[in-house]
């Protein structure tokens, strides 16, 4: 493997994505210089993985539950209430199990595109209940809700939504589906995530083959999420992001962490399956470039935390521009009268 493509494809794709931004762009200008949707994610395929993960999937998996956690955290900020909440897509599991009462939930509706991932979540809940929750499972897309129109208190997706086609689309949905004065938390995966994978696997696509193909899905990036949630009409919109740092074995241990966590790759203008050759190098790109001391490599996760209100007349809203009636002059002047004294 020769050093200077190494480096030369290294700097390509950490300086801010944009060959991958270009190659897995879900918008593009039509005639009209509007933007036309494009479907660049196979939803029967990822059906499918989420039905295989759910044979796979451990019965707590570290990082997992560390997003769950952190994003449920946010319930034990909010004074109210929240009686009847949807979970859909994603962690569904571990969700239900890091509840522990927060959020003061009476109703949990659990929705999945998956059956098997469905009948896991009944199966779960019946070896622990949650006391207190009437549970509810429902087969349902994230895409097309089959929600009743203001009926809920709460909307969460962990881990789900960054696999929709319309990711605008689906947060409106969500947004309809709550009530007046409703929340909605959702945990996604960010753009710099498995940055080592797409560095190594780039690189070794080029040596090999001498081109790229679409091998890891296009994710949002952290300045677009707070568009999102405005394009959706949510109110008092936040964002904060984290980063979580996993280490494995070797390469290998990290493709099947994706398969059990469902996360295997679903574009629909995926390429032909990797071949020996590739696949080696890709392997051994990656151990040579980041591999520590101790011989375990290291995997990036980047999770975007977004949370959003339905519109409810109680709700603090800016004035209006120019309805000041005070001056940041005589603000200034009064302060500096206060430190000159």
């Given at each position: 493997m020769r050093t200077s493509s190494i480096k030369?494809?290294?700097?390509?794709?950490?300086?801010?994505?944009?060959?991958?931004?270009?190659?897995?762009?879900?918008?593009?200008?039509?005639?009209?210089?509007?933007s036309s949707k494009v479907k660049?994610?196979?939803?029967?395929l990822k059906q499918k993985q989420r039905d295989r993960a759910a044979w796979l999937m451990q019965p707590k998996d570290s990082l997992v539950d560390a997003v769950a956690e952190n994003?449920?955290?946010?319930?034990?900020?909010?004074?109210?209430?929240?009686?009847?909440?949807?979970?859909m897509g994603g962690s569904l599991e571990a969700v239900r199990r890091l509840l522990r009462?927060?959020?003061?939930?009476?109703?949990l509706i659990m929705m999945d595109t998956s059956n098997d991932m469905v009948k896991l979540c009944k199966n779960a809940e019946m070896r622990m209940p949650n006391e207190n929750i009437e549970t509810s499972y429902v087969v349902g897309d994230e895409e097309f809700l089959p929600i009743k129109e203001s009926s809920l208190d709460l909307v969460i997706s962990c881990l789900g939504l960054h696999w929709t086609n319309d990711l605008p689309g689906a947060m409106i949905q969500a947004r309809l589906a709550l009530k007046p004065d409703g929340l909605f938390l959702a945990a996604i995966l960010g753009g710099d995530t498995l940055k080592e994978l797409r560095i190594a696997c780039t690189v070794a696509q080029m040596e090999r083959e001498g081109g790229i193909s679409p091998r890891l899905s296009p994710l949002a990036q952290v300045r677009d999420a707070g568009n999102l949630l405005t394009r959706a009409g949510f109110m008092l919109?936040?964002?904060?992001?984290?980063?979580?740092?996993?280490?494995?074995?070797?390469?290998?241990?990290?493709?099947?962490?994706?398969?059990?966590?469902?996360?295997?790759?679903?574009?629909?203008?995926?390429?032909?399956?990797?071949?020996r050759e590739t696949a080696l190098a890709t392997a051994a790109v990656y151990e040579s470039m980041f591999a520590a001391e101790d011989g375990t490599v290291p995997a990036t996760f980047q999770v975007i935390y977004m949370t959003g209100w339905r519109e409810h007349p109680s709700q603090q809203k800016a004035k209006q521009r120019g309805s000041a009636t005070i001056s940041f002059k005589d603000i200034q002047k009064q302060f500096g009268q206060s430190d000159e004294r």
């Open positions: 030369y494809w290294q700097r390509r794709l950490l300086a801010g994505g944009g060959i991958w931004k270009r190659l897995y762009s879900t918008e593009f200008a039509d005639d009209a210089g509007q660049i994610f196979d939803r029967h994003l449920l955290d946010r319930l034990e900020d909010c004074k109210r209430t929240f009686p009847t909440t949807l979970c009462g927060r959020g003061g939930i009476e109703k919109p936040g964002v904060d992001v984290d980063e979580y740092t996993v280490r494995y074995k070797n390469p290998l241990e990290l493709i099947e962490h994706l398969r059990a966590m469902g996360e295997s790759n679903a574009l629909i203008h995926r390429g032909k399956i990797l071949n």
